[in-house]
């Protein structure tokens, strides 16, 4: 006889959910309380379960985006460090490097020359046009990123260490899901 459960339903709280069958009144639940029974049997998901599964996704990924950016002690703040990502890829413009990160000139102005400034990041002219100026790593840029995604990988490993075999193995399909997501 299959096991029967009492749908979620929303609570006042974002990003939380009650159950009628599994919890005290007033009681609420967290994404990760609720995560791991996965159903023996694939079931289609209700536009109610569709919407709490977005929300809930959405939110698991900021937090954990957020906490690896900002518990990791980088030696730069993240918009810088999305700056220098940008320039490992290749050299650019400011103006390149404002569309890219989605913000106004002279913001990247100011980014550029913290960089510049901590010797992170070199300016040249732009052969092909004087007004312009490109951006490139320096060596110690290219060290810079390398020490940060080292620091942000362990911080992730020490969490991921706390987890099963079967919970990893979890993760690691859900990360081929959510690269096929954020390529769309």
């Known amino acids: 006889m299959a096991a029967t459960t009492t749908p979620a339903r929303p609570s006042s709280e974002p990003g939380t959910t009650t159950s009628s069958s599994a919890r005290a009144p007033g009681t609420t639940t967290s994404p990760a309380d609720r995560a791991p029974s996965l159903p023996a049997r694939p079931e289609r998901m209700t536009r109610t379960e569709r919407d709490r599964l977005t929300s809930d996704l959405r939110m698991a990924c900021m937090r954990i985006s957020r906490r690896v950016r900002f518990e990791s002690a980088a030696p730069v703040a993240p918009h810088q460090f999305s ?102």
Do not use: C, H, Y
Request: proline share 4%; aromatic share 2%.
């Open 83 to 184: 700056v220098l990502a940008r320039l490992e890829e290749a050299p650019r413009t400011p103006k390149e490097l404002a569309a890219f990160e989605k913000v106004s000139a002279p913001s990247m102005t100011r980014t550029v020359a913290g960089l510049v400034e901590s010797g992170l990041v070199a300016r040249a002219d732009d052969p092909a046009d004087g007004r312009q100026v490109i951006l490139s790593l320096t060596a110690e840029g290219r060290r810079t990123i390398r020490d940060i995604r080292r620091r942000r990988d362990q911080w992730l490993a020490v969490r991921l260490e706390t987890l099963t075999d079967d919970e990893r193995a979890v993760l690691a399909q859900a990360t081929v899901l959510l690269e096929r997501v954020a390529a769309q």
